[in-house]
């Protein structure tokens, strides 16, 4: 019992100033969401809720809702064929532009295909090659702008501040948190067992003498076993973040020292893999190839299973190849480099996925993180685990002094 003491004792001395300091910020930007949802209501284009949001829209995800409902593609198409007749009717429509990308999908049930320049938006039926609506792309506005609180304190909760190394703050954090959630909870079921022996009832008591400390502990019982799961899902989910962040910060200095290495001393700077640099537009041409390497790779990781969309597209400086496939609730987006066959969350080299295991996982982790994942009822338990933390850590605090000043 003693030694369980002593290491939720001394696990919490290590990082009480970073678990106080990560709990105020991490409500801050929590109250911030909170009141776009409840009070604010503001529009989706504004740029807190895009980046609340990031994970289901931007540049990176092209699936929708209305897909898992979806007719799919026919079993015997050409899609060789009919790609190459959608861009045909592209360059009768809209001359020579470079697409960002080329895509096909049922509606309707038409087969519809769907063409971007760096100014329009295009779809035409395939069977006639008949144009059937055109539109001006909208600039994708910055879901991080560094112009906003939210943004800011975001970078402070994330000691990002401080440089890409502060992240390891967090990863040790973390792990000194789960220390403190299981021995506090191993202390807890030592202390309920023995007052079981004893005869006494009750999941949270107060001390036989009912002093003022001895209602602190009561308190801090009450609230540690109250908010236990959701830290540890917060502990989790912020672990995850961290180390993903921290890889992701170090595959990117590598390859920018990579790139000027490449440039040498006196040339201009290579491309970068960043999406905000000039894309590398498709050429009609490579078209036929990144589709076939596309069709390969989804064959291997889908095993047949029915396509509804394929795109292949430019993203930053990387050619995707883009399947939206499965049925009803199981319908999935797989995403290919479209050269190697490999998915994006394996390839490092792919633009806006230098995190360990993708883009779209990074993403759920932040929706996990905040509790947005499973529901606005998730987000105010996100906000009570906050304020539990918050106040565990410093009721912790003045119980360390109690327990001192009584030594």
Known sequence: MEKLRSSHRIAGIIVLTV????????L???????????????????????????????????????????QALPSTLDANA???????????TLGAAPLRFVELRMFAGRLIGSVQTSQLNASYDVATGSLLRQSPVQPLRPVTSIDRLRYQIKAYHRLTVLGNWALWINVVAGVVLFIMIFTGIALYLRMWRERKRQGLSGFVWVGGQGKKDDWKRAVHRWVGLSAAVFLLVVAFSGEWLAYESLVFGYR????????????????????GGNRTNTPQLLKDADIPALLGVTLNADQQAAGGAPIKAIRIRAFGNVQHGVVVAGDGGDTRQLTFNARTGQPVSGDPQASGTGFPWGWDAHQLGKAIHRGSYFGLWARLLDFFAGLSLLYLSINGLFLYIDFRKQR
């Open 252 to 271: 990117m200095q590598h390859a920018a020292e990579l790139r000027r290495a490449a440039a040498g001393p006196n040339g201009p700077a290579a491309p």
């Open 19 to 26: 678990l106080v300091y990560l709990s105020i910020t991490g």
């Open 28 to 70: 801050m930007v929590q109250s911030i969401d909170l009141r776009q949802i409840f009070l604010t209501h503001t529009e989706p284009v504004d740029p807190d809720i895009q980046s609340m949001l990031e994970r289901q829209g931007g540049e990176f995800n092209i699936l929708t809702p209305a897909d898992k409902f979806a």
């Open 82 to 92: 009919a790609l190459d007749s959608v861009v045909k009717s592209a360059r009768a």
